[in-house]
């Protein structure tokens, strides 16, 4: 058996995908990291378990600091890491719930397959790429003025109803409904306001992708029909984005104000990044309240690329086609940096806690009350999303999940290699290239881009569901491949 | 700092999730402006840029570090609201009068629109943040930028 350690701390085996960081006088709670020892190998090499570490001395932390088997280096938590705290005596963190506010996924189904879409992939992705807008300084297509801006902030998916760009089933299959009640646009920055008023409906860049997938594998039938996955070959939809400028603004903004109301506190600190303020502080109440304004954002953003996704698709096929409807139904969608008010069992006792998921997906079992109707049964749809040219997976909430990991679960893959490095070593003409010979189409704003994103700078997605599933923290239902992707 | 300077003085470091660079300067001042240009040539190839959009900056700020946090965050919200590319430093002063350090900058670009542009600027992070002076005098400014 391989031993880890970190920093000089050592790492206890406690089963095949459970790990313990050594315990220190000056850790409230332990780390425990979910991860096989394959991941282990990479998870040591960056600072993301020291990042844990220093969660675990933030005040009020509940039970365990906990390390995600997708997790990397962050600032101030690690991609991946959730931690959860009192609403009471606790404290709120920006940099735990990641400058990305509400980054998510939306996964949508259709009644296509892989044999109806091949002869137009193409046309699609054309079609699709001068729809959705994606890259560097992307506009919307849709202009708001500031008072409609406010709407969006404070209204989300009940907004973009009333504007017909969104059905009451949509809104039925988002976390929250798409709209989380306690946001106030009042809190957003003007400055942050100005970021994101023309970006709403866009993809952004990065790891942010559209993609045209097909069911690949189904490993839970009963569960993937409950999710309207039925079979092989079937063509499904998955956005991979989040709240743009005015997100990583508000997250900015509260560091920074954070920084100057506190001083004292974040002298404190081993890294600034990880700057909270006490829950009972003004500071904490405020960002609460913009942060959920900037999910409303994350939502409608979302929700405006559905709407324009299913414009594509009706244009290129119709509302018929091969005798099948063409119908774009939102399976689900998840945020994926956030955090939430969620009551846990501690200590036989139920608390109300704030949850923070930085790159990790909700992942309620069956049965919680703010599951939508279709998926009481079955749990929450967990949907992660690979890396460009590499596989995508449907997961289900589990029980053991509530018990162990806050309802947490992975994002994606992880980052496995620097950008710097990845432009060194590919370039993105033959990135497209080599994907079209495995029959993934590829549409992208920039080539630079492509090679940045190359399917080798991600740990293996794979690997990090199964880790996953072994665990019992999300159980596997469906894994989805590319076929036709939209980058920023 | 004069315009069309020579090759500016940077260098990307590898960061696992992010872009993490370091900016080198004869002074500090030097070295903050160079920090905007690292910035900026993660998106495009700044030696094409044209410098014929002119904007005038001001920051205060207590710390250094909060200093320069603010002056590069000036230029990723610039980039989301006006698609302002930097691509020229013409001139940035640092004073300090009663504890509060003041930075004013005149920085040339364009917009976004005619070049070859890729991957985006979310935001400035004080993670592994460094404003240093060398022991052969020059300065040394590194930052790491969520992107």
């Not at chain 1, 020291?50 to 390390?67: D, S």
């Not at chain 1, 709240?243 to 974040?266: K, N």
Request: with cysteine.
């Amino acid at each position: 058996m391989k031993k880890f350690e970190v920093s000089g701390m050592k790492i206890k085996k406690i089963n095949d995908y459970l790990y313990e960081l050594e315990q220190r006088s000056s850790m409230n709670v332990p780390v425990k990291i979910f991860a096989s020892e394959a991941l282990m190998e990479n998870l040591v090499k960056d600072n993301a378990i020291m990042q844990a570490k220093n969660m675990t001395e933030m005040p009020g932390i509940q039970k365990n600091a906990l390390i995600m088997p997708d997790a990397h280096q962050g600032y101030g938590f690690p991609v991946g890491g959730v931690a959860a705290f009192p609403i009471d005596n606790g404290c709120i963190s920006p940099g735990g719930t990641g400058f990305d506010i509400n980054c998510g996924v939306r996964l949508l189904s259709t009644q296509l397959t892989k044999e109806d879409v091949e002869p137009k992939i193409k046309e699609l992705l054309d079609v699709l790429f001068q729809n959705v807008h994606c890259g560097v300084g992307s506009e919307s297509n849709v202009r708001l003025t500031h008072a409609e801006l406010d709407e969006v902030l404070n209204g989300g998916l009940d907004w973009a109803k009333e504007h017909g760009y969104a059905t009451q089933h949509d809104i039925d299959h988002c976390e929250e409904n798409g709209r989380m009640k306690q946001a106030d646009a009042g809190k957003v920055s003007p400055t942050a306001k100005k970021r994101g008023k023309n970006q709403l409906g866009t993809l952004g860049a990065g790891n942010h992708f559209l993609e045209i997938q097909i069911v690949d594998e189904i490993f839970d039938e009963k569960t993937a029909k409950a999710f309207e996955i039925y079979e092989k070959g079937q063509i499904v939809v998955m956005i991979h984005s989040g709240s743009r400028g005015l997100g990583h603004q508000v997250c900015t903004d509260f560091l920074r104000r954070i920084e100057d109301e506190l001083p004292e506190l974040i002298a404190k600190l081993p890294e600034k990044d990880l700057a909270y303020a006490p829950t009972s502080s003004p500071i904490a109440k405020d960002y609460l309240q913009a942060m959920a304004a900037a999910a409303n954002f994350g939502w409608c953003n979302r929700q405006l690329m559905v709407f324009n996704i299913r414009k594509s698709f009706a244009k290129v096929f119709g509302t018929e086609y091969n005798c099948k409807q063409v119908e774009l139904k939102t399976v689900y969608d998840v945020a994926h940096n956030i955090v939430k008010v969620e009551e846990y069992i501690i200590d036989g006792v139920s608390k109300k806690l704030y949850v923070h998921r930085k790159g990790a997906t909700r992942a309620f079992g069956p049965n919680h009350k703010e599951l939508p109707r279709d998926y009481q049964k079955t749990g929450q749809p967990i949907l992660l999303p690979g890396s460009m040219g590499t596989a995508s997976y449907v997961l289900v909430g589990t029980d053991k999940a509530m018990q162990e990991t806050f309802a947490s679960t992975p994002h994606g893959a992880g980052r496995v290699m620097s950008r710097n490095a990845a432009n060194k070593l590919f370039k993105g003409e033959q990135i497209k290239n080599e994907l079209e010979k495995r029959n993934i189409f590829i549409k992208s704003a920039s080539w630079k881009g492509l090679s940045e994103e190359a399917p080798a700078v991600y740990k293996d997605v794979d690997e990090v569901v199964r880790v996953s599933h072994e665990a019992g923290i999300g159980k596997l239902v469906a894994k989805l491949v590319p076929f036709g992707v939209l980058k920023g | 700092m004069e315009p069309n300077s020579a090759i500016p003085k940077f260098k990307y470091l590898d960061h696992t999730s992010e872009a993490k660079f370091q900016a080198n300067g004869a002074t500090m001042e030097e070295a903050f402006a160079h920090s905007v240009l690292a910035m900026f040539n993660m998106l495009t190839d700044i030696k094409k840029v044209k410098p014929v959009l002119r904007k005038e900056i001001e920051i205060k700020a207590p710390k250094l570090d909060t200093l320069l946090f603010d002056f590069l965050d000036q230029f990723v919200v610039l980039l989301d609201t006006d698609g302002f590319i930097a691509n020229q430093v013409d001139s940035l002063k640092i004073t300090k009068k009663f504890e509060m350090y003041t930075l004013k900058a005149i920085v040339r670009g364009d917009s976004y629109k005619d070049y070859d542009v890729h991957g985006s600027l979310k935001a400035i992070t004080y993670n592994d943040m460094v404003i240093k002076q060398q022991k052969n005098g020059t300065w040394i400014v590194q930052v790491v930028v969520d992107i």
